[in-house]
């Protein structure tokens, strides 16, 4: 069954820790994206990829970081200097590039110790 | 002003009423519009897509895109109470480049026995 898988589910961070939030899609999709979703104010993008070893920054880049080594995987690491990283966290991939529906995983809520 | 708009709702219907669910948007350059379902402590599921204006219909969901008055609507016909979730809107601009989506902040639906 094709689709994405976002895990772990659940993830508390403790201060001053990083964290990596992992996304694998076997949708053989080009694109990936990584969202966060905060209550009333919608998906924001933090960073995208449209292909393997390219990723560009969103529209809240700050505090986090990804790699693209490989087309099916996109981990997020969410690093100390994101000071407010309480937030669920949405994984997504498309085909290509254009316009496409992007499809999403279930997502890892992030908490703080 | 945001660039998409929607209500957040709660919306509240009883079962088998039709539902409208309606975006409004500044950015003439969106030509490429969704529909996701989104279901509590869940990734968003696309539901609708559509290019330009016009109408499309699945099932028991109808999708209306309205370009000249920047306006988007699902319509859910014969409703049940599993049509109980957020309803998030999103679109995206022109081919050739990253699928870079632009979301409502979500519409929470309600759908009483």
């Known amino acids: 069954d094709g689709g994405i898988t976002q895990s772990p589910k659940y993830l508390f961070r403790k201060e001053g820790q990083n964290v990596t939030l992992s996304c694998e899609q076997n949708?053989?999709?080009?694109?990936m994206y990584w969202y966060r979703q905060d209550p009333g104010q919608g998906l924001r993008l933090i960073y995208y990829s449209q292909i393997v070893n390219d990723f560009q920054k969103g529209d809240i880049a700050e505090g986090y970081s990804v790699s693209r080594e490989k087309k099916e995987s996109f981990p997020l690491t969410v690093t100390s200097a994101q000071k407010n990283p309480t937030a669920f966290y949405l994984c997504?991939?498309?085909?290509?590039?254009?316009?496409?529906?992007?499809?999403f995983g279930d997502g890892t809520r992030l908490s703080i110790l | 002003q945001k660039e998409v708009e929607q209500d957040p709702g709660p919306l509240s219907v009883p079962e088998g009423a039709i539902v409208s669910l309606n975006c409004t948007y500044s950015?003439?350059?969106?030509?490429?519009f969704m529909w996701y379902r989104q279901y509590s402590r869940k990734g968003p599921e696309l539901l609708m897509y559509t290019y330009s204006s016009g109408n499309k219909e699945d099932g028991r969901f109808t999708a209306q895109v309205d370009k000249s008055s920047k306006y988007i609507s699902l319509f859910i016909r014969d409703s049940q109470p599993s049509d109980s979730a957020t309803y998030l809107c999103a679109m995206g601009k022109g081919a050739g480049t990253a699928s870079k989506l632009t979301f409502g902040t979500g519409t929470r639906l309600q759908v009483t026995l």
């Open positions: 949708l053989n999709h080009d694109a």
């Open positions: 997504a991939s498309s085909q290509g590039a254009g316009n496409q529906p992007q499809h």
């Open positions: 950015n003439s350059a969106f030509q490429y």
